[in-house]
């Protein structure tokens, strides 16, 4: 059955905004039994891993050119952590990205990027996609964060009442299943497949791609949760690895236990679309071609609510 639930935030600080809490956010979820330090290194295929790095307990994306984008919801944090080496924000680069003036929309949206001062990072300039990635298009996400449980831990959950009721159960008798999360931090990149193409509002609208936790489809099947907020959403087209999203928020089940850091199977992924927001990123991300060449010889850069779909049965 559908139901309506509130958008959580996977954000770096607890806030309240339009009635709705958002939590510090932690790290992507793969549907692994003892995933351990699986996919917490760059996969076989790249899409731009080194490209991921840290802003407080959020993550971002550098972009090149000395450019990094998030979420405005985790900021600047004074600067990125890529590889572990501390980059920071040039003063008063900040830039909110707009909506484009879409009716009956917010002015700004939950994306901001900002620039480096000072020497910058000897990484490649990441292409930002032109074209959406269509539904049923496999993306791969990397976000920053804490490690999962060994296991899946299993609920019975009454749905039929106000509040619903989730019990703690073995897996004989559960109707839901999912992952809880412990402490700590650290990257790691898992798959999914687009299924949700629409605007959606974190105390912001945002024009934006979601997709659905499913058991069973792979090891890598991925899931956000709390700290993943301003990670990558990679995407293949015609070859060639895109920047297509940047992770927002995580859809949420009526009183989900440990609410933003557990992955619930068939919650959903929020991320912004980047080919609606790439004209931005591009006039302030790619200089003029005389600006390009001298930064390019000084850095070494090479050119380059709770909405959700319940599926369980029942």
């Known amino acids: 059955m559908d139901q309506r639930a509130s958008w959580r935030w996977v954000a770096g600080m607890a806030v309240l905004i339009a009635g709705v809490s958002a939590r510090p956010a932690r790290a992507v979820v793969i549907d692994r039994v003892n995933a351990g330090s699986a996919n917490t290194t760059a996969p076989a295929d790249d899409p731009g891993w080194n490209n991921v790095g840290a802003i407080g307990i959020g993550a971002g994306v550098y ?19 890529l590889g ?39 990484l490649p300039a990441i292409r ?3 074209i959406a990635p269509a539904n049923g298009d496999t993306v791969t996400m990397i976000g920053r964060g804490s490690v999962q449980e060994a296991n899946r831990t299993f609920w019975n959950v009454n749905d039929s009442s106000t509040p619903w009721v989730w019990t703690e ?15 700590g931090g650290t990257m790691r990149w898992g798959t999914n497949a687009i299924d949700y ?3 959606f509002s974190v105390g912001a609208d945002v024009f934006g791609l979601g997709t659905t936790f499913d058991p069973g489809v792979s090891n890598n099947e991925a899931q956000v949760v709390v700290g993943d907020s301003g990670g990558a959403v990679f995407v293949k087209q015609a070859g060639a690895w895109s920047l297509a999203g940047i992770i927002i928020a995580q859809g949420m089940f009526p009183q989900q236990p440990g609410g933003t850091s557990t992955a619930v199977f068939f919650g959903t992924s929020y991320f912004a679309d980047l080919s609606y ?13 005389a600006a390009m060449t001298q930064l390019l010889a000084a850095s070494g850069i090479g050119v380059g609510v709770w909405w959700f779909r319940r599926r369980r049965a029942g």
């Open 84 to 122: 572990g080496v501390t980059y920071t924000m040039a003063p008063g680069s900040g830039h909110q990205l707009t909506n484009a003036g879409a009716a009956g929309k917010t002015a700004t949206t939950d994306l901001y990027m900002f620039q480096l001062q000072g020497a910058l990072p000897n």
């Open 63 to 81: 972009l090149g050119y000395g450019w990094v984008l998030t979420a405005n919801h985790i900021g600047s944090g004074n600067g990125i952590n």
């Open 277 to 289: 927001y790439r004209p931005q990123i591009m006039a302030l991300a790619v200089p003029e071609p």
């Open 169 to 183: 159960t073995t897996a004989a008798l559960a109707t839901d299943a999912g992952y809880k999360t412990t402490g």
């Open 128 to 130: 930002i996609t032109s």
């Open 197 to 199: 193409t629409d605007w």
